[in-house]
């Protein structure tokens, strides 16, 4: 019997049916997606980056994303990115200035990336749009707010212009700022959350020409809300939200969030093929349109100059 079960072992190695470790089923890697407060347009860059993704062969099987949507606040997303850290994330991908300044300073095992984040480079989570200078690079957002704040004066002549932000959030902040330079009188309201929304925007519109939107998360979550309430007192609203001016509002200079998520989609696919976040430079968004709502102006009695209409795109 002894010289039996030896002459199958002596068979099994000829064969390589015994005496072979079996490889370990290398598991799927995983791309954590974070999208604050779950807005839209944070889902349509992810769904757009998942395309990517799935067109450069990463797709089910090849690779698991992993989506969070956390609260707003800083404290929500950063203990979604520990979770997809501690969770072995190949990547971590955030959505929106308030979840990369969140992270920012975060020392996170995983490669950062961003996708419509107003201006990484004054938020301070890169370096320079071309020398990220640590493991992070992704999107901008960025529109000319100087030419939109141009566009809306020429057509209403407001004087005073109220503007919905949330403190502390940087990319509101950021764009409060770049307004105050637009040479009206600036009245702005510190909306906390969504629930104090459209309270804020209804005590504008009694005291200003025009009401400016700015990408507050909580302004974000009550955007046709607030158009509502400001076109009940008769005054326009812009703002650079995508889809804004399809609620209602006047003007609109939008970068789209499609395309966002594609050129983030990009960047995760050179990563996930053995890139280096900081080699990567901070892409800009092209695809920047001037949304204008003639409907709008013509229920507040306004007329939209020929040059603003040649520059830009009429909503139905």
Same mark, same amino acid.
């Given at each position: 019997?002894?010289?039996?079960?030896?002459?199958?072992?002596?068979?099994?190695?000829?064969?390589?049916? +015994?005496?072979?470790?079996?490889?370990?089923?290398?598991?799927?890697? %995983?791309?954590?997606?974070?999208?604050?407060?779950?807005?839209?347009? !944070?889902?349509?860059?992810?769904?757009?980056?998942?395309?990517?993704?799935?067109?450069?062969?990463?797709?089910?099987?090849?690779?698991?994303?992993?989506?969070?949507?956390? /609260?707003?606040?800083?404290?929500?997303?950063? /203990?979604?990115?520990?979770?997809?850290?501690?969770?072995?994330?190949?990547?971590?991908?955030? !959505? *929106?200035?308030?979840?990369?300044?969140?992270?920012?300073?975060?020392?996170?095992?995983?490669?950062?990336?961003?996708?419509?984040?107003?201006?990484?480079?004054?938020?301070?989570?890169?370096?320079?749009?071309?020398?990220?200078?640590?493991?992070?690079?992704?999107?901008?957002?960025?529109?000319?707010?100087?030419?939109?704040?141009?566009?809306? +004066?020429?057509?209403?002549?407001?004087?005073? %212009?109220?503007?919905? !932000?949330?403190?502390?959030?940087?990319?509101?902040?950021?764009?409060?700022?770049?307004?105050?330079?637009?040479?009206?009188?600036?009245?702005?309201?510190?909306?906390?959350?969504?629930?104090?929304?459209?309270?804020?925007?209804?005590?504008?519109?009694?005291?200003?020409?025009?009401? !400016?939107?700015?990408?507050?998360?909580?302004?974000?979550?009550?955007?046709?809300? %607030?158009?509502?309430?400001?076109?009940?007192?008769?005054?326009?609203?812009?703002?650079?939200?995508?889809?804004?001016?399809?609620?209602?509002?006047?003007? *609109? +200079?939008?970068?789209?969030?499609?395309?966002?998520?594609?050129?983030?989609?990009?960047?995760?696919?050179?990563?996930?093929? *053995?890139?280096?976040?900081?080699?990567?430079?901070?892409?800009?968004?092209?695809?920047?349109?001037?949304? %204008?709502?003639?409907?709008?102006?013509?229920?507040?009695?306004?007329?939209?100059?020929?040059?603003?209409?040649?520059?830009?795109?009429?909503?139905?």
């Amino acid at each position: 019997m002894k010289r039996l079960l030896l002459m199958l072992l002596a068979a099994c190695c000829t064969t390589g049916l +015994l005496l072979s470790t079996p490889r370990p089923v290398a598991a799927e890697p %995983i791309l954590a997606a974070i999208v604050p407060a779950d807005l839209p347009r !944070y889902k349509e860059a992810h769904k757009a980056m998942a395309q990517i993704l799935e067109t450069g062969g990463f797709g089910a099987g090849k690779l698991k994303i992993m989506v969070q949507a956390p /609260n707003a606040d800083k404290m929500s997303i950063v /203990n979604s990115a520990r979770r997809a850290d501690s969770a072995g994330a190949a990547i971590i991908v955030v !959505y *929106g200035s308030r979840a990369a300044e969140s992270l920012a300073s975060e020392p996170l095992k995983a490669p950062l990336l961003f996708a419509d984040v107003y201006d990484p480079v004054a938020l301070g989570v890169v370096k320079s749009l071309t020398t990220t200078g640590a493991e992070v690079t992704g999107a901008s957002s960025k529109t000319d707010l100087d030419s939109l704040a141009g566009h809306m +004066l020429k057509i209403t002549g407001a004087k005073t %212009i109220g503007v919905l !932000y949330t403190k502390d959030e940087g990319g509101a902040e950021q764009q409060l700022a770049e307004l105050k330079k637009a040479g009206v009188t600036i009245k702005a309201e510190n909306v906390r959350n969504q629930g104090e929304a459209v309270a804020a925007a209804e005590k504008l519109a009694g005291q200003c020409d025009a009401l !400016y939107l700015t990408e507050s998360i909580a302004v974000m979550q009550q955007g046709p809300a %607030i158009v509502k309430a400001a076109l009940a007192q008769k005054k326009p609203v812009f703002s650079q939200i995508p889809d804004l001016v399809k609620a209602g509002a006047l003007l *609109g +200079l939008e970068a789209e969030p499609d395309e966002q998520g594609k050129l983030v989609g990009v960047h995760a696919l050179q990563i996930l093929q *053995g890139q280096k976040a900081h080699s990567l430079p901070v892409r800009s968004a092209k695809k920047i349109t001037l949304m %204008i709502n003639p409907g709008t102006a013509a229920q507040l009695g306004l007329t939209i100059p020929p040059d603003v209409l040649s520059a830009g795109q009429a909503v139905k």
